[in-house]
């Protein structure tokens, strides 16, 4: 009992810090609130521990306190983010950064909290105009030669969590001895230290003009455009989750040569929410369930969906008694695996020095498939990173021709430096 006690005081110190003017009315509020509640689950929940940065940046249940995301925890982070980048390239001027964000509710406020605070440091932050695909965050770092990215997104978490994902200069997230340096950093930072007031002349917006380089780079993701031609109208049906999907995905498709693109209305959406779904990940078959009804509607050949951010796919094809199933992530790089080695061989394009990866985690099939066709495969730890870092490694040597892990993601080129699944998907249909 006493232990709760002193866990309740330690709260209830912590909490009146955030009674200062240094916040606005409203989060003084909420905390007022959960301090004069006399259940005080809310208030430890809030301010037990801070929200730990780590080496995949943020992730956590929005409101205010310590343990939330709020533009507090997100001003706090960047401060520490900038201060890194400003000792990791000393001197060097015209420093820049991304900064993206999905449909989460909140988003758009971080992404703009985040973008002020870089630029409030003499940092450029490109940032873009409104909600767009991790995959393509992670192009535009290096497409604008910038020295790192923020994309705020909590990925596929349900609708109270957002998150932080922060990126290094090679469009990968952040890898030793970066991510250990941000971290020291961030936790150096006190609240007074942030600075919030933009400096208008650092922040440009971007847009269309990306969107378009992306898309030309998605295009080179493509092995046949015989098989597209001849298949043109696969009857495809595409649900966005009310995410950054929505507009790029069938764009893209369209740009391949798909001409049967047929969206779930309900999903396309843009909603925080997640109104259609217990929760927005395209690997519980549950989210998929508006995909497969419309696709039974319009007698679909695959259906496919993206996660809010756009980053992991879902497939789902008809098993051999014309069923819908979803085909796990196992299944799905065994495929894209299996297809690009079988028909870059067939069109002569497989070269001896072209490598595949994947994680440690994700089926030996592959190795198998890799080894009987002697190309070469590298396992690394899980997560797009160690993909990443793989590639960065054999950069101009070597040519890197698809990766993949067994939670849905897979990177069929080397453009991009995460999980992207507007290319894949593009990709999965050329396969269709």
């Known amino acids: 009992m006493d232990n709760n006690k002193e866990l309740i005081a330690?709260?209830?110190?912590?909490?009146?810090?955030?009674?200062?003017?240094?916040?606005?009315?409203?989060?003084r509020k909420e905390v007022q609130a959960m301090l004069d509640n006399e259940d005080k689950s809310a208030l430890i929940d809030a301010f037990y521990q801070n929200l730990e940065f780590g080496t995949g940046g943020l992730r956590g249940i929005m409101g205010a306190g310590t343990n939330r995301m709020n533009k507090y925890i997100v001003g706090m982070a960047t401060q520490?983010?900038?201060?890194?980048?400003?000792?990791?390239?000393?001197?060097?001027?015209?420093?820049?950064?991304?900064?993206?964000?999905?449909?989460?509710?909140?988003?758009?406020?971080?992404?703009e909290t985040v973008a002020a605070i870089f630029s409030a440091n003499g940092i450029k932050a490109y940032l873009f105009e409104g909600l767009r695909p991790t995959p393509e965050i992670s192009f535009a770092i290096r497409q604008l030669g910038a020295k790192a990215g923020v994309n705020v997104t909590a990925s596929h978490n349900p609708k109270e969590y957002n998150g932080y994902k922060a990126y290094w200069s090679d469009g990968a997230q952040v890898l030793?001895?970066?991510?250990?340096?941000?971290?020291?950093?961030?936790?150096?930072?006190?609240?007074?230290?942030?600075?919030?007031?933009?400096?208008?002349?650092k922040i440009q917006i971007i847009g269309g003009e990306m969107d378009y380089d992306y898309m030309t780079a998605v295009h080179s993701a493509m092995i046949d455009q015989d098989v597209i031609n001849r298949q043109k109208d696969l009857n495809i049906v595409y649900s966005a989750?009310?995410?950054?999907?929505?507009?790029?995905?069938?764009?893209?498709?369209?740009?391949?040569?798909?001409?049967n693109i047929n969206v779930v209305p309900e999903q396309m959406v843009v909603d925080g929410n997640f109104p259609t779904v217990v929760s927005p990940n395209p690997e519980n078959a549950e989210a998929m369930t508006l995909g497969m009804k419309l696709g039974t509607k319009l007698n679909a050949d695959l259906v496919v969906a993206t996660d809010p951010d756009a980053d992991r796919l879902a497939i789902v094809c008809r098993d051999d008694k014309g069923e819908w199933m979803i085909i796990n992530g196992n299944q799905t790089c065994m495929m894209f695996c299996?297809?690009?080695?079988?028909?870059?061989?067939?069109?002569g394009l497989l070269k001896p020095t072209d490598f595949l990866v994947k994680t440690i985690v994700t089926t030996e099939v592959i190795a198998k498939i890799a080894e009987k066709n002697n190309v070469e495969l590298r396992d690394c730890y899980t997560g797009f990173k160690w993909i990443a870092r793989e590639i960065a490694i054999s950069e101009g040597k070597q040519q890197y021709i698809g990766g993949g892990e067994e939670s849905f993601g897979f990177l069929p080129y080397d453009k991009v430096r995460d999980k992207d699944a507007p290319a894949s998907i593009c990709l999965i249909c050329e396969i269709a």
């Open 80 to 111: 520490g983010f900038a201060n890194y980048i400003l000792k990791a390239f000393p001197g060097e001027e015209n420093l820049s950064v991304v900064v993206g964000h999905d449909c989460r509710n909140n988003s758009r406020l971080f992404a």
């Open 338 to 347: 299996y297809y690009i080695i079988e028909n870059k061989k067939k069109l």
């Open 10 to 27: 330690q709260c209830e110190e912590r909490a009146k810090l955030w009674l200062t003017p240094a916040f606005d009315e409203e989060t």
């Open 176 to 201: 030793a001895p970066h991510d250990t340096g941000i971290i020291e950093e961030v936790n150096k930072v006190t609240i007074d230290q942030v600075k919030f007031e933009a400096n208008w002349d």
């Open 241 to 259: 989750m009310h995410g950054t999907g929505r507009v790029i995905v069938p764009l893209c498709l369209r740009s391949w040569g798909f001409q």
